[in-house]
């Protein structure tokens, strides 16, 4: 229940709050389409109190970006339990909750939003990425990948950001759908790399060994024959 009375807040308090804020409204908008204004005014505070606390939409747009990331890092975390296909899966799945929760603001970043350009985005950004790829390799088993698996996780990563950014745009493919193809799109790229390699060709049967006849790289394989039959 509100009392109309304005609780005071701690500077840090303030500063989180503000960063909250910011960040719902990048996620409904682009960042550059958001004024200080509207900022300070969701927060229920004036906006020379927002520059008390960030010099400017800059600073404050890195501050939303850094939780942002610490957010979407977080997705790509799934315990080293159960087949490999399935565990893409959950990932996927979270992943994609957070493309559609905060769809504006992603494709902002990925795309170049307000801070465009600066050393401290662009290392947020690489942040994410080498999360993903470090949890990719850690269930692999991996801890000194061969060129060719680098290759593979960090072509998939990127993968997975350019199909989330065209699904925005419309969204005219059902979301389930993409975050399956995704999975298959990961087994797929390990395969064509093992045609070509015995030391991916050994991570592949090893990949493959664990996976249920009912999981994601099992129904690949079975579209794969009947397409071919």
Not at 187 to 212: C, F, I, K, Q
């Amino acid at each position: 229940m509100t009392t109309g009375v304005r609780r005071r807040m701690g500077v840090e308090e303030r500063r989180q709050q503000l960063i909250g804020v910011a960040l719902e409204l990048f996620s409904q908008r682009s960042p550059d389409d958001v004024s200080i204004d509207e900022i300070a005014a969701a927060a229920g505070i004036s906006r020379p109190l927002v520059y008390h606390y960030f010099p400017g939409k800059l600073s404050l747009y890195e501050a939303a970006l850094k939780r942002a990331a610490d957010d979407l890092a977080g997705r790509f975390v799934e315990p080293q339990e159960g087949p490999l296909g399935s565990r893409l899966l959950r990932v996927m799945r979270r992943f994609f909750d957070f493309v559609d929760e905060h769809g504006p603001g992603f494709a902002a970043l990925m795309r170049g939003g307000p801070a465009v350009g600066s050393s401290a985005t662009n290392a947020l950004i690489d942040s994410v990425r080498q999360a993903a790829y470090d949890q990719i390799l850690s269930h692999l088993g991996i801890t000194d990948p061969p060129a060719r698996l680098e290759l593979v996780v960090r072509s998939w990563i990127s993968l997975a950001e350019s199909t989330a950014l065209i699904w925005l745009d419309g969204r005219r493919i059902p979301r389930g759908e993409l975050e399956v193809q995704l999975v298959h799109d990961f087994a797929a790229l390990a395969a064509v790399s093992a045609a070509y390699d015995e030391e991916m060709g050994a991570l592949m049967r090893v990949m493959l060994r664990d996976e249920p006849t009912d999981g994601p790289f099992a129904d690949l394989v079975g579209r794969l024959i009947a397409l071919a039959s």
